[in-house]
């Protein structure tokens, strides 16, 4: 079994079979996670290198495990523009890394579509870990493997994603990867915060919580950027956390238990209560452990794919 | 210089003439006009079945770069570039540096134009309308207009102050001169690569709404009913509700004309999806209903003018991420071809109206002097192989710049030649 593409840039358009794919290779290394030696050999000799031009701690560790797990070597480049600020491009910077003979890229990038460019300036397999508002396939995955590892299958799910849609390239990739594998999925927030034609991708619209938890088998709450308040899209973190914030009050007429998911790092009582968060059907912490496995998974299928 | 050009196809929708005629031209002047005229020897004889001899075509919104920015484009490789494009005429933008809000920088690309390729492309400026193209301080529009500045024009930025703008038209109708408005209001379009729509909502995309187009024409053509006497231009309308709103001022009267790039009626926000930043130009690519509305907005006579909106960038310029790379494509030399392809092969226009559309009707909006082929005249023309099939290779273009979506397209129909000022010049 082989992937379609030798680039992970997206979950649009991807084949259900490929993702099907990745996350039966990701239980097999969800195993190789609970041995007491975490390593395997795979990808021995390849060179990875996390270029990182926003600032992530988690999906940057969460890569490097997953990378050094599987044997590669590994090389961080992180950044916040410094490169561009001295007047280099992304391909020039990328160029140069790839000069040293690396084999592959993980990228993280604050415009849309980075990876797709970068994916045609560089021969190494480019794995995109957020292209500014748009994909974020791995945490996607992640978040789908959680899904089926607790309910056995995707097919038939209903998934709300609550908070900023316009902005998430989380809720993006989830609603690709979800639709593909035959969930339903809803989107939930202030108006301010949809995207235009949101419901032509197939997901339905809402604005209250109460309204879509009925028939919701989990919601992915996203986290709330406070500086959307300050461009005007909504009034203030008091108001968005009564009135979109995800809490026992506003779940309570679910007809069956929710199961609460988050991609982190939290705003405890602010999008998510911290009762729901800690609570027991909270699996935040497994999508933390499945995100090492996904991404193992990823690196493993493009890696020794040649 | 003897030139007897034969059994062309002679369409001049001025004086209402499409018939197969010879033409004899000796030192720029148009001798003779008749059927199957004699020459002696001294005329070199140039074969014209199948083909069309239209009046010279002008591109009324080039950016030639020049002054300021010459890694991008000259005046000299501009006017190569419409030249090969099949163009008499250019009108350029001032968004050069400096501005072209001075009489000495309109003076300087006048002068310019006239030295290169020995004067076949007549460059005519547009001006800024005020200072820096900030929008905030009237430019010297009587001193702009008296060295040569054929219109006003803010273009690459709006004029967004509606106090600014009525200002503008107020004191530029004393010369009669268009001002010409990149219709967008910023509060809506602010931080925005393409339209704003189901694309870029897939594509996680920042988004250019339609109605910030159409908001800031409306909002002129109150101005316009208001002031009475002023004469506005749309730049490069791209959405059905700008047609719209158009088509009604029309009726109703008002002095409005608008243009619209080859782009808009041939591509659809669809391309985006592929990151190509060649691709990404303001006004955005907007939807099919859009591209169908420009095409339906030419054929009824609401879309006066097909201009390029040529817009030269290099290659490490545009090669960068999407949100970052800048707005705008080359346009000068395919603009013929995606016409004819996409308009007269589609049945959108004949090609008598695709002809006043590149030529009189621009002269008219501008007051240039008229074209007219006939004995007499000065030749000044654009000889058209209407179905003569080509790739585009970007590559194989005479500007500077290569950044161009239309790269391996086919396309039918080309220009085979230009004569202007005494010039003649053969593709």
Redesign the interface.
């Given at each position: 079994m082989k992937l379609q593409s030798r680039h992970l840039l997206g979950l649009?358009g991807m084949p259900k079979d490929d993702i099907q794919l990745i996350l039966d290779t990701a239980v097999s290394f969800k195993e190789v996670l609970e041995r007491p030696i975490k390593k395997v050999p795979p990808l021995q000799g390849k060179t990875i290198v996390n270029l990182f031009f926003e600032a992530s701690t988690r999906t940057r560790i969460s890569f490097e495990l997953a990378e050094r797990r599987l044997s590669a070597d590994v090389v961080n480049f992180t950044t916040s523009g410094s490169s561009v600020s001295k007047g280099e491009?992304?391909?020039d910077t990328a160029r140069n890394i790839e000069a040293m003979k690396i084999d592959m890229v993980v990228l993280r990038?604050s415009?849309?579509?980075?990876s797709?460019?970068l994916s045609r300036?560089v021969d190494a397999n480019v794995i995109n870990a957020g292209?500014?508002?748009?994909?974020h396939p791995t945490q996607a995955l992640l978040d789908m493997f959680t899904l089926w590892e607790k309910f056995g299958t995707l097919k038939g799910l209903h998934v709300c994603i609550v908070g900023d849609i316009s902005h998430s390239?989380v809720a993006?990739s989830n609603i690709f990867g979800l639709l593909t594998m035959g969930a339903r999925v809803s989107v939930c927030g202030p108006a301010t915060l949809m995207?235009?034609?949101?419901e032509?991708?197939g997901v339905d619209v809402y604005h209250r919580l109460e309204d879509v938890v009925p028939s919701v088998d989990a919601l992915n709450v996203l986290r709330i950027q406070l500086e959307r308040q300050k461009s005007g899209l909504f009034p203030s973190l008091r108001e968005y956390q009564r009135y979109f914030g995800v809490t026992k009050e506003k779940i309570a007429k679910a007809s069956k238990p929710i199961t609460i998911m988050h991609p982190g790092p939290i705003n405890r009582d602010v999008e998510l209560s911290a009762d729901l968060a800690d609570g027991e059907h909270s699996v935040i912490l497994q999508q933390v452990t499945n995100g090492v496995a996904i991404r193992m998974a990823v690196l493993y299928l493009l890696g020794t794919m040649n | 210089m003897k030139l007897h050009l034969k059994n062309g196809r002679v369409i001049d929708p001025l004086t209402g003439t499409d018939e197969i005629l010879d033409l004899q031209i000796v030192n720029g002047i148009i001798e003779k006009v008749g059927k199957s005229l004699s020459s002696d020897k001294t005329f070199q004889n140039v074969d014209l079945r199948d083909k069309i001899i239209a009046p010279g075509f002008i591109d009324m919104h080039v950016h030639l770069r020049e002054p300021g920015f010459e890694h991008k484009e000259t005046i000299e490789s501009g006017v190569l570039s419409a030249r090969e494009g099949g163009f008499t005429a250019v009108c350029c933008m001032p968004n050069t540096e400096p501005t072209i809000d001075d009489e000495s920088v309109v003076r300087y690309v006048i002068e310019k134009g006239k030295s290169v390729w020995n004067g076949i492309v007549d460059v005519y400026p547009i001006a800024a309308a005020t200072k820096g193209r900030k929008g905030e301080e009237l430019a010297p529009i009587a001193e702009l207009v008296s060295a040569g500045a054929v219109a006003l024009s803010d273009d690459g930025s709006p004029i967004s102050s509606a106090g600014m703008m009525r200002r503008v038209l107020e004191y530029s109708s004393m010369y009669g001169i268009p001002v010409i408005q990149h219709a967008e209001e910023p509060t809506l379009s602010y931080g925005g690569s393409m339209n704003e729509g189901y694309v870029s909502t897939r594509l996680g995309m920042p988004g250019i709404p339609s109605i910030a187009e159409e908001m800031m024409v409306a909002r002129d053509l109150l101005l316009l009913r208001y002031l009475e006497k002023a004469k506005y231009h749309v730049a490069h309308i791209s959405t059905k509700g700008t047609v719209e709103i158009v088509r009604h001022a029309k009726r109703e009267g008002l002095t409005v004309t608008c243009e619209v790039t080859p782009h808009h009626f041939t591509l659809t926000d669809d391309v985006v999806s592929s990151f190509d930043t060649n691709t990404k130009m303001n006004p955005p690519l907007r939807r099919t209903d859009d591209v169908v509305a420009m095409k339906e907005g030419l054929r009824d006579g609401t879309i006066d003018v097909i201009a390029t909106d040529h817009a030269p960038h290099t290659v490490d310029e545009k090669e960068v991420e999407y949100t970052q790379a800048p707005f705008g494509i080359v346009g000068l030399e395919t603009a013929v071809g995606l016409s004819i392809t996409g308009l007269v092969d589609e049945g959108y226009l004949s090609i008598s109206q695709l002809i006043e559309k590149f030529s009189a009707n621009p002269r008219r909006i501008l007051s240039l002097p008229t074209i007219k082929i006939a004995a007499g005249e000065r030749a000044n023309l654009t000889l058209l192989d209407p179905t003569f099939e080509w790739t585009v290779d970007v590559n194989s273009f005479s500007s500077k710049s290569k950044n161009s979506p239309f790269g391996g397209k086919r396309l039918r129909g080309k220009a085979i030649g230009v004569i202007n000022n005494g010039v003649v010049h053969f593709l």
């Open positions: 649009d491009t992304l391909k990038h415009a849309p579509g980075a797709h460019f300036v292209d500014g508002g748009h994909e390239r993006l995207p235009r034609d949101i032509k991708l | -």
